[in-house]
């Protein structure tokens, strides 16, 4: 946690996410349904958002010309995932200048609701940056609504945004605290040494 401490976000942050755009060749077939593994599919019915609303949104994405250019017209500002992903200390600069994240998860999470959050999502938290998730079913185990909003449609995602923005150091505070309960390494390990019994 104490690798993620640091002061608020600039006046010009952004909601923001690291993510590959497009993966080749990785759906999973299962009883005549493909599970998709690409996150362009899952993007798709939000790229509209930032017209939706005030707020700025970035992805740090590496991706082709043409998509490049379609995010742009939508209103998205495009940093390198690379960049942003080298080691450590750019990760977490990038993560702490944004002032929350908005992210969509693998349709191979989603659909056979897995419970899945991501690890990225945890290092948003342990900054006090808020969350803005689709839903895995990660609810069934994580406390929701303040902190963490997870999404199934634009009008959830419109109006987690609405309840950040209204009281956003209530919802700061809140994701670090969820980030301190939940995946501290002292409560993780804890937690998997008591299952072990050691």
Known sequence: MDLWAGGP???SAAYTTITTWHNKGEGVVHRGDTYHWTKDRQFEPFLDLPRRRGARFEVAVDTDVDTSRRLGEMGWS???AADASTDVARYRAYITRSRAEFTVARDQYVRPWTGWFSDRSACY???GRPVVTQETGFSRVLPTGDGIFPFRTMDDVLAAIDAIETDYLHHCRAAQAIAA???SAESVLASLMERARL
């Open 125 to 127: 938290l342990a900054a």
């Open 181 to 183: 309960e939940h995946f």
């Open 78 to 80: 495009q940093s390198s």
């Open 9 to 11: 976000p600039p006046a």
